[in-house]
């Protein structure tokens, strides 16, 4: 089965405790991204990957690090996580002619 | 820059009705797709039907289908014959092709819900 898992799916932090959210996929694709949504803004890009060892900025990615050693991974990193990086978060992969496949996920608060 | 903007925050709309919701962008480029996306309150993104701007006939799939008037810059979403899953949030979505960048761009969204 196609998909895209994202962990956790919930997690409550303190303001400067280094996080990862991992994101796998099983689909061989070779674009993947994050998003992070917010009440009233929508879904915003914050990293993007074409392919292996190949990431780029998305709208939003300050505060955040990327990487992709692995066709399947895409990890997102926050260093610091400060408050205002509550959010819902996102990753997806699959190009934009295709379908492009979202994980389920994932709800944090940095307090 | 690439914007995105829905402008009815929330819609009501009778089972087995009709209903419409709006999209409209801004953009330079000539080619590029934009998306509807379907978000449940199970918080899944799904997406409900994609338009690729060199083509003009307007995208269907079943009950959805979308009015792409690329000179106006609007791409609205039809659904018809409402039925209470479609009770979600709805979001539309631009990507450029002919930029240096490969982002997705998304509108604020459009809370719908179906009423029995």
């Known amino acids: 089965e196609a998909q895209v898992t994202q962990n956790p799916r919930y997690l409550i932090t303190v303001t400067g405790k280094k996080l990862t959210v991992t994101c796998s996929q099983n689909?061989?694709?070779?674009?993947m991204s994050w998003y992070r949504q917010d009440p009233g803004l929508g879904l915003r890009q914050i990293y993007y990957s074409m392919n292996v060892e190949v990431t780029d900025k998305g709208d939003v990615p300050e505060g955040y690090k990327v990487s992709r050693k692995e066709k399947r991974n895409f990890p997102l990193i926050l260093e610091s996580p400060s408050p205002n990086q509550t959010s819902l978060y996102f990753c997806?992969?699959?190009?934009?002619?295709?379908?492009?496949?979202f994980g389920p996920g994932t709800r944090l608060t940095v307090l | 820059a690439q914007t995105v903007t829905q402008s009815q925050p929330e819609m009501s709309v009778q089972e087995a009705e009709t209903v419409t919701l709006s999209c409209t962008y801004d953009?330079?480029?000539?080619?590029?797709?934009l998306f509807w996306y379907k978000q449940p309150p199970s918080r899944q993104m799904i997406l409900v039907i994609r338009q690729e701007a060199y083509k003009q006939q307007n995208a269907t799939e079943n009950r959805f289908s979308v009015n792409f008037q690329k000179a106006a810059k609007s791409f609205s979403l039809k659904i018809s014959d409402s039925q209470l899953g479609d009770t979600a949030m709805y979001f539309c979505?631009?990507?450029?092709?002919?930029?240096?960048?490969?982002?997705?761009?998304f509108g604020t969204g459009t809370l719908l819900a179906v009423q029995p």
């Open positions: 997806a992969s699959g190009w934009f002619s295709d379908t492009q496949y």
């Open positions: 689909m061989n694709h070779e674009y």
């Open positions: 953009t330079s480029e000539s080619n590029y797709y």
């Open positions: 979505a631009f990507m450029g092709l002919g930029g240096a960048t490969n982002k997705l761009i």
